[in-house]
């Protein structure tokens, strides 16, 4: 199982809020149960944070690959398909729906991982839809869900990894974490004055707005009593150095993951009554109305400080911080179950609509897909597609485009190298046992690699009448072009049949038009289009008529320039001046070809990207490979 959980807001250690901190326990936590995990979130605006900017940026330093986004919404599709996610995970941050629905859009089981009741950052509106698996943070969380849209949530409690908090000595400190008006702020400070005796330590967490932070320093300083710093990966040491947490929180806290780090660690909760606070802190401490008194917050607090008029909320927070703790196992457990089934769900909807549609179209009278041509009284096209019988040209009229090393060991160097990396190339996809219709084979290296890992494997060439499409730029002699193009194509198009005779293939070879393919072309298991689509006119068409003749699995692979960004875009790469790219016309992103084969019905994608070799020019090219795959086919 691979879990990719997506936020639209950063990720440790640009900020080490509850998500952020549970987010990576729980990735540590599904590993160690032999899964794995990944996530997609957010950037952080301030610049001098690390990892900040406007570009995507990914590493594993903290034991998962963790990727950053200026545009996570966006890079979601793109993210899921490189890593292969199993099932996705939107976790609450701003904008929800719209993470949502960039996952949804991905065709993978998408569940919603709630961490607080807050409407407005919805940015619209939840429903009980089958589409999704509903998880909560607590019950207070799920019971407010369900409360306000109907929805039910399985409630899979923060995962708290117990070696990274629980310390070996206990301090003198009243810890408060978070100095941000909703978590209480303002209590600490009078709580501060009314009790001067007791130090007070004050943990920066969310990302705190300079002047914020003067204002609240110049109240610390006056008082005296009160330390402040700035965020900490090592809470342990902070556990330490405390002897009473104090969490007097104004808004509704869902869970409060705070609470059970301290109880690890014997420190009893002094908390205000809201959200999940009183049934987390139990018997281990203390809950008071937000607004009551503060000499009766004073009060309690002292209580609380003195070890032996504590000592059975002490006693309560061990117990119930290492119950917590122990629950690790199964609460991964759990969760994982659930994805499971929800991912086996997912699938059966999407076959059984798949299957509806396809008894709708039988029920319908079959029409082939209008496409413009030249003229209104343009002819139709072929009615089926024609064989090509091999033959044995001879060595000397052969022009080839891949670099072949015969079985008696001569050398025949070609514009491009796939020896040892063709696997990669096709994004490392099983063939054996498969039938594969190749687009424009050229050589025929990679027809020739994948009959010998199984495939039974037929090439597809456009009539020499047509070739492929031109560029057509002003001015340009287009006739002369054509002309020589034409005696290269039959060059290589002999190269390919010298290798076949060569290598003992059975290789078939057809003609026809890949923009209108016959009706009794295929339908074939996987199709390949390698290095094709950038040279033609109207690359969706052509896609849209191969995949029309796929049961499974659609390949691409391309060029990748990584300065095109993450967006389903394809960039015209001719200029005037440059007319030596007459026969290219595009250049893609990855995720155009993972948009427009979703569109076509194969929803599952993953990505891979490559280095080919290109001895001619003595370098070494991009390349980037989608395997679209059509689900319950």
């Known amino acids: 199982m691979r879990v990719l959980f997506v936020s639209s807001d950063p990720h440790l250690p640009q900020i080490t809020g509850g998500l952020q901190t549970t987010t990576h326990d729980l990735c540590l936590a599904i590993r160690d149960m032999g899964a794995e995990a990944a996530v997609l979130c957010g950037q952080a605006l301030d610049p001098k944070d690390a990892g900040a900017g406007s570009a995507t940026t990914s590493d594993e330093r903290l034991g998962y690959l963790v990727m950053r986004s200026p545009r996570p919404a966006q890079d979601l599709a793109m993210a899921a398909a490189a890593w292969a996610a199993d099932a996705i995970v939107v976790q609450s941050g701003s904008g929800l729906a719209t993470m949502v629905l960039a996952s949804l859009d991905t065709g993978r089981a998408t569940a919603l991982y709630l961490h607080n009741v807050e409407i407005s950052q919805l940015g619209g509106n939840l429903a009980p839809d089958p589409s999704f698996l509903f998880l909560a943070n607590s019950s207070f969380t799920a019971q407010r869900w369900q409360a306000l849209y109907g929805i039910h949530c399985e409630v899979i409690a923060p995962i708290v990894q117990g070696q990274s908090y629980l310390a070996d000595s206990t301090g003198d400190k009243v810890l408060f974490v978070n100095p941000h008006p909703m978590k209480g702020v303002e209590r600490l400070f009078e709580l501060a004055a009314a009790c001067p005796e007791l130090p007070f330590l004050v943990m920066e967490s969310w990302n705190v707005a300079p002047q914020w932070r003067t204002h609240c320093l110049q109240r610390a300083n006056r008082l005296g009593n009160v330390e402040w710093r700035s965020p900490s990966t090592n809470m342990r040491k902070v556990y330490g150095q405390s002897r009473v947490l104090l969490m007097p929180s104004v808004w509704e806290e869902s869970f409060g993951r705070t609470v059970v780090e301290a109880q690890l660690n014997g420190l009893p909760v002094l ?6 606070l009183p049934e987390l802190v139990g018997a281990g401490g203390v809950t008071l109305a937000p607004d009551a008194p503060v000499d009766e917050w004073a009060a309690a607090l002292r209580r609380l400080y003195d070890p032996l008029t504590s000592e059975a909320e002490r006693l309560a927070a061990r117990r119930q911080g290492a119950a917590h703790v122990a629950g690790t196992q199964a609460t ?9 089934v929800h991912v086996g769900a997912t699938q059966d909807r999407r076959e059984s609509e798949q299957q509806a549609e396809q008894e709708r179209r039988e029920r319908t009278p079959a029409r082939r897909n209008q496409r413009p041509g030249p003229s209104a009284t343009a002819t139709p096209g072929p009615t089926s597609a024609r064989e090509i019988a091999p033959r044995q040209p001879r060595l000397e009229d052969c022009t080839f485009y891949h670099w072949y090393t015969l079985p008696d060991g001569r050398e025949m160097p070609g514009i491009y190298d796939m020896r040892g990396q063709a696997s990669k ?19 025929g290296f990679l027809s020739l690699h994948m009959e010998a890992a199984g495939a039974e494997v037929t090439c597809l060439e456009p009539p020499m009448s047509h070739l492929w499409d031109i560029v057509p730029f002003d001015g340009f002699d287009t006739a002369a072009w054509r002309r020589q193009h034409v005696r290269n194509i039959e060059g290589v198009r002999n190269s390919f049949w010298y290798a076949h005779h060569t290598f003992g293939s059975r290789v078939r070879m057809i003609e026809a038009d890949p923009y209108d393919l016959p009706e009794d072309v295929g339908p074939y298991d996987v199709s390949v289009l390698a290095a094709v689509l950038l040279h033609t006119r109207r690359p969706f ?3 849209q008529s191969v995949a029309e003749r796929t049961r499974k699995t659609v390949i691409v692979t391309e060029v990748h320039d990584p300065t095109l960004g993450h967006l389903p875009l394809q960039q015209l790469r001719p200029r005037k001046g440059a007319e030596e790219q007459v026969d290219t016309w595009w250049t893609f992103t990855p995720q155009y070809f993972v948009s427009a084969l979703a569109l076509l019905g194969f929803t599952q994608a993953q990505v891979s990207y490559h280095r080919l070799s290109y001895p001619s020019e003595k370098r070494e090219l991009p390349m980037f490979t989608v395997i679209g795959e059509r689900p319950g086919a």
């Open 425 to 443: 190339y096709l994004g490392d996809f099983d063939f054996d046992g498969r039938t594969v219709l190749e687009v424009g084979p050229a050589s």
């Open 332 to 340: 991964v457990a759990k969760l994982l179950g659930l994805l499971s």
């Open 541 to 543: 068409d052509m896609l």
């Open 271 to 276: 908390a205000s009554r809201r959200g999940a």
